[in-house]
């Protein structure tokens, strides 16, 4: 008996031990847990500090002011008001310089931002800031002022590049990686809002990538107080990095309502680097008129998913003599792999002019990789088309066919609708309603110049198209349709 109470007493010490370590384990779960919100909290303090004053004293000196001031010509009578030689016109010319003031030049004046990025003088605003100006003047936050010339300008990002000559070395900043600009990363906005002077406001950034409007579009949103005047201004991460210029506001009554947009400085830097060095932009030029790849479009070539680029029309220059054909789907630039056509078109802009570049294709089912030394944009855009000449392609005829109704492309046709003398292929005359050619934008007056990515040079020929692609089991017939001379595929389903 006394063993079974000893034995009795030495398990219920195990218990309560037991017991007390679990009490223990918890009080220190706890704890842990405790310390583990605290170091959260902790990092949430850090990522956000109490104040941004120390940023904003550190980066404010760079800011300035832009004021713009351009001489308008007076009237020198009463233009518009009554015809020449009335009767009424010394009448009116009276009336109109009854204060002596009608026929004097005035001046208009404007207001902007930017910043200095080198100690020398070299300061970065919008184009639209400037563009027209007979006067730049350059406000700094010490409040002098200096004069300032445009080195040089380029509409198509909206940058413009000016320079300053200062007896002493200017404060500045530096370019961040806008790349590494995360969406909830905080950032600041600097300039000169609505005439206000200099001034500062916060938020994060609310979108990459966004696309306005221009063809090198790649602009960080943002909900930072943007307003007029801002253009040009800074848009800083918080280690006082240049990551954005202020450049445009969507608003339905000219202010802000927090959706601002401010051009990434991986283009601006691109863009004021050539600026500097030649006054002007150097880009790339491939040399082709291209369309994303829709799905139904993929499908009808063949493609595995809708991914590259499709070449519509291939005119004279780079792509041409290196062999790029209408109907390739760019899928590879220069060692970098094509989404869209938008992708490319930066990547071209971005690449050196002269740079040989691998093309890589998708053509017949199969891909091919072409050479191709790239000439520069700036150059094919001043350049004038050549006239062509051509044949007459045969007699008219009419059919319907996959809702359209269809004729050869005669010569009368071409004169009438002002088309190349050289242009071959068939000529909508109707489109049915409610059918998918007309879902697809196909109209009147539209040219059919390939089917199946072969050129159509009769009815006949398209009829030999469509029996193809239903032999080969696919469920459309990729047309190359042109409107006006611009180019573009359409992918259209063959029923049954």
């Known amino acids: 008996m006394p063993n079974s109470q000893a034995a009795l007493q030495a398990v219920t010490i195990t218990a309560s031990t037991h017991e007390a370590l679990i009490i223990r384990f918890r009080f220190l779960w706890v704890g842990a847990l405790t310390l583990m919100f605290v170091l959260a909290q902790a990092a949430i303090a850090h990522a956000r500090p109490e104040s941004l004053a120390p940023l904003a004293s550190q980066i404010s000196p760079s800011v300035v002011n832009i004021t713009t001031t351009t001489v308008i010509e007076g009237r020198t009578g009463p233009q518009g008001i009554v015809p020449e030689g009335s009767p009424f016109e010394d009448f009116f010319r009276d009336f109109q310089d009854r204060d002596g003031n009608n ?32 006067e730049i003047l350059i406000e700094f936050f010490s409040g002098e002022e200096l004069p300032a010339k445009v080195i040089g300008t380029d509409p198509k990002t909206d940058i413009a590049l000016l320079k300053v000559e200062a007896p002493n070395a200017l404060p500045f900043v530096s370019f961040g990686d806008s790349d590494n600009a995360l969406v909830g990363d905080w950032v600041m906005a600097m300039g000169n809002p609505l005439g206000q002077g200099f001034s500062a406001s916060a938020g994060i950034v609310s979108a990459r990538n966004r696309s306005l409007t221009g063809t090198y579009d790649d602009y960080i949103q943002t909900d930072a107080a943007i307003n007029r005047g801002n253009s040009g201004g800074p848009l800083f991460n918080m280690d006082g990095e240049v990551i954005g210029v202020n450049t445009a506001i969507l608003s339905p009554n000219g202010g802000s309502i927090g959706i601002g947009f401010s051009m990434a400085s991986n283009v601006v830097t691109r863009v004021v680097d050539q600026l500097k060095e030649f006054g002007e932009t150097r880009r790339g030029w491939l040399g082709v008129r291209i369309q994303d790849v829709s799905d139904d479009v993929a499908e009808a070539m063949g493609l595995a998913e809708a991914v590259g680029a499709l070449v519509t029309d291939v005119p004279d220059g780079p792509a041409k003599d290196a062999g790029l054909l209408a109907g390739d789907v760019i899928i590879s630039f220069d060692g970098v792999d094509v989404d869209d056509t938008r992708a490319l078109v930066r990547k071209v802009g971005n690449t050196m002019v002269g740079k040989a570049v691998r093309v890589v294709v998708y053509r017949e089912g199969g891909t091919q990789t072409l050479l191709v030394t790239l000439g520069r944009r700036e150059d094919a855009e001043r350049a004038v088309p050549a006239a062509t000449e051509g044949d007459d392609p045969g007699q008219k005829k009419k059919t319907e066919v996959l809702g359209l109704t269809l004729s050869l492309l005669t010569a009368d046709a071409r004169l009438e609708m002002g088309l190349p003398d050289d242009m071959e292929g068939l000529l909508v005359m109707a489109v049915d309603e409610s059918t998918q050619a007309f879902e697809k934008g196909l109209r009147a007056g539209d040219v059919i110049t390939e089917a199946g990515q072969q050129k159509v040079k009769s009815l006949g020929d398209l009829d030999d198209r469509i029996s193809e692609a239903r032999e080969a089991g696919r469920k459309s017939l990729l047309l190359l349709v042109r409107r006006a001379g611009e180019p573009r595929f359409v992918a259209l389903g063959l029923g049954g």
């Open 103 to 134: 026929n004097r030049s005035r001046r208009s004046s404007a207001l902007g931002s930017g910043f200095v990025i080198s100690e020398d003088g070299y300061v970065v605003t919008n184009n639209h800031v400037i563009e027209g100006a007979d």
